[in-house]
T-cell receptor
Framework: GAGVSQSPRYKVAKRGQDVALRCDPI?????LFWYQQALGQGPEFLTY????????KSGLPSDRFFAERPEGSVSTLKIQRTQQEDSAVYLC????????????FGSGTQLSVL | GQNIDQPTEMTATEGAIVQINCTYQ??????LFWYQQHAGEAPTFLSY????GLEEKGRFSSFLSRSKGYSYLLLKELQMKDSASYLC??????????????FGKGTKLSVKP
């Protein structure tokens, strides 16, 4: 597609449930990033992939959060045993190269944990 | 520490000029970004400054002073569609993970008729 695609757009989960959020970056983009954005806040970095390699996962808040990009294109962010504080918008972004350059963001997945 | 500060909210009138300030403190410097985010939508790239000075791009301009740890976004001839949050962002340190941007909380700009 022309842009970064994320699915689902909205996800409601019961506390304790596992969820999987999908990101389809722009074709050919080397770098892929996940951010978490709480209401009224700026995005906060979670993790970064260069192709299939996860080079930085310093922002993942706990071991319940796991991300993968096995073939260097589509990525999945998995959250196990969701808790209410996980409620946020999860943004995926990609960039063409691994150098410092602009990010193209998807519209995000809004996760609500009840 | 690593910190990005910008005002929470601003209001301006259609047709006017508004300046949104951003101060940053990072362990190194590797450029400063501005993004625009309409409510419920994805952030979109506006500008990237790595050298001191003003860069103009249509109605939007961005200024950087590395020695002062300061940047601003200047919006001219404001339109109603400019109502959005404006996010200032910078990598936390030179040579770090390029996507690990630290974002400010965003400045919510309301443009009134």
């Amino acid at each position: 597609g022309a842009g970064v695609s994320q699915s689902p757009r909205y996800k409601v989960a019961k506390r304790g449930q596992d969820v999987a959020l999908r990101c389809d970056p722009i074709s050919g983009h080397v770098s892929l990033f996940w951010y978490q954005q709480a209401l009224g806040q700026g995005p906060e970095f979670l993790t970064y992939f260069q192709n299939e390699a996860q080079l930085d996962k310093s922002g993942l808040p706990s071991d319940r959060f796991f991300a993968e990009r096995p073939e260097g294109s589509v990525s999945t962010l998995k959250i196990q045993r969701t808790q209410q504080e996980d409620s946020a918008v999860y943004l995926c972004a990609s960039s063409l190269r691994a150098t410092n350059e602009k990010l193209f963001f998807g519209s995000g997945t809004q996760l609500s944990v009840l | 520490g690593q910190n990005i500060d910008q005002p929470t909210e601003m209001t301006a009138t259609e047709g006017a000029i508004v300046q949104i300030n951003c101060t940053y403190q990072t362990s190194g410097f590797n450029g400063l970004f501005w993004y625009q985010q309409h409510a419920g939508e994805a952030p979109t790239f506006l500008s990237y400054n790595v050298l001191d000075g003003l860069e103009e791009k249509g109605r939007f301009s961005s200024f950087l002073s590395r020695s002062k740890g300061y940047s601003y976004l200047l919006l001219k001839e404001l339109q109603m569609k400019d109502s959005a949050s404006y996010l200032c962002a910078a990598p936390p340190y030179y040579g770090g993970s390029q996507g690990n941007l630290i974002f400010g909380k965003g400045t919510k700009l309301s443009v009134k008729p």
